[in-house]
């Protein structure tokens, strides 16, 4: 899987993610120390996380220094402008984006994420699912 060999690649040990679900739990199974942010109740996983904590959006939570940065919320393509804004703030060096082919994703990955290099992308022809691994230029 492309998700676990960039996380064993780069040496990464905590994620920030806008959303949950399944790369939530795929990630803690790996070991990796998830900090999931969730605006929608409704889709809280009701997994058994062993490093992972999901926890409810306040905007702030993302201040803190991590590895990787993976963006699939909030709810709406549309909406998901602050992570953006929030995953360039916290200056990381790896981000991941989920529903690269909305219109609205794509238009925010050229607005902010001008200094970051796509390493690797999975889905591409599924549309909504489609995954951009990026990494910060030196």
């Known amino acids: ?27 803690d199974k790996i070991g990796v120390c998830v900090t999931a942010i969730e605006d929608s109740p409704q889709y809280v996983p009701k997994f058994d996380l062993d490093y992972s904590v999901i926890i409810p ?10 590895d990787l940065i993976f963006i699939d919320g909030p709810g709406s393509p549309s909406e998901r402008e602050i992570s953006f804004r929030l995953a360039v703030y916290n200056n990381t060096s790896l981000i991941v984006c989920h ?10 990955i050229k607005k902010y994420l001008r ?7 999975i889905g591409v022809e599924s549309g909504d699912l489609a995954i951009a691994f990026m990494k910060k230029e030196n």
Do not use: P
């Open 1 to 27: 899987m492309l998700l676990a060999t960039i996380i064993q690649d780069n040496h990464v040990a905590s994620v920030i993610e806008f959303g949950s679900g399944l790369s939530t739990l795929l990630m």
């Open 57 to 66: 959006w306040t905007g702030l939570d993302c201040l803190k220094q991590t």
């Open 99 to 108: 529903d690269v082919s909305r219109y609205s994703v794509e238009d925010c």
């Open 115 to 121: 200094g970051y290099k796509i390493i690797g992308k």
